[in-house]
């Protein structure tokens, strides 16, 4: 009946230090610039890559003198010395680039880590420009990890959308799987939704599961977490027991349709690739076939563990 996550999911395996200790220290983030290296990504969230797909890494030097105002410091490269590593959103890059979707699954760990906190952090600064409080201007601070009020100096911090994503099972060999309206046929995925205000995550997974599909779960698990850099979501993931005799109905209107498979049909779309973006063999009847998500996902992960159950 229950499962673990055999490892963390791919965008969660980081381990590089990530800089805090020098962040309020600016004659120390200066004085590492010269030999820094700056992550360059544009406003799609597309990055640079080298030939074989990993982060093509810029020389600070080449990018200004000094920490621009808008860089965010990301950590430390322990593979180079310990040389910073900053983050900058431009509006175009030169060379080959790639998606994090599609391309995280050919990064390292650190990599990985590395690209989801650009990713997320950017992605918060060009949302975060005004104050929540009075909607005075706000300009970065701390190596970029602050944006401070310029009227009265007040702190705003990154923000992170917490939301649940779940795995629905009978306890046995069946999972439920739900496709979103706007998605293609024979696309499942897990459940999931943001977590409201006042709500523990326990009962956002039993919200989020009813609203989505009209049924009453039951037993709400953790199993593990992970960024979701699109734009700053922590998906936390859980695992939850549906009877399979339930009507299933969808209420919210996000789903577009869910049904339940049984555990060797999971298998054999688990081996037929790696998701959503992978091409199919040649001559495969796309409709009728069950396509699961790509293993930059925690749902795929989560999937994986049931499957192997």
């Keep these: 009946m229950h499962f673990e996550l055999p490892e963390p999911p791919l965008l969660s395996r980081a381990v590089f230090d990530r800089a805090d200790a020098i962040r309020d220290d600016a004659h120390r983030m200066a004085a590492g610039w010269p030999t820094a290296k700056v992550l360059l990504i544009d406003a799609a969230g597309r990055y640079p890559v080298t030939d074989a797909g990993a982060l093509h890494w810029v020389a600070a030097t080449t990018v200004a ?78 190596g970029g990890w602050v944006r401070r009020s310029v009227d009265s100096g007040r702190d705003e911090f990154p923000r992170t ?22 998605w293609p046929d024979g696309w499942y995925s897990t459940l999931a939704g943001f977590v409201e205000p006042g709500e523990s995550l326990e009962q956002c997974v039993l919200r989020e599961v009813h609203e989505e599909v009209g049924i009453v779960v039951r037993e709400p698990r953790y199993l593990g977490s992970q960024p979701w850099p699109f734009p700053r979501s922590l998906m936390l993931g859980f695992a939850a027991i549906g ?13 577009g349709d869910a049904q339940w498979f049984h555990r060797d049909e999971v298998r054999e779309a688990l081996a037929r690739g790696d998701g959503w973006s992978r091409a199919e063999a040649p001559g495969a009847d796309d409709a009728d076939r069950l396509r ?18």
């Design 292 to 309: 699961l998500p790509g293993s930059i996902s925690i749902a795929r992960s989560m999937i994986e563990a049931w499957a192997a159950g």
């Design 65 to 142: 003198e000094a920490p621009p105002a808008d860089a965010v410091i990301l950590g430390f490269d322990a593979a180079d010395g310990g040389a910073d590593l900053w983050t900058r959103r431009v509006h175009h890059i030169d060379g080959p680039t790639d998606d994090a979707r599609r391309g995280a699954t050919r990064l390292s760990a650190d990599e990985a880590g590395l690209l989801a906190t650009a990713l997320g952090i950017l992605n918060w600064h060009e949302t975060a420009r005004h104050s929540p409080v009075d909607g005075s201007p706000t300009q970065p601070a701390r």
């Design 161 to 182: 959308d917490p939301a649940i994503i779940t795995v629905v099972h009978d306890g046995a060999d069946r999972i439920l799987l739900g496709r979103q309206a706007v």
């Design 243 to 255: 009877d399979p005799t339930d009507e299933l109905a969808f209420l919210d209107g996000e789903i």
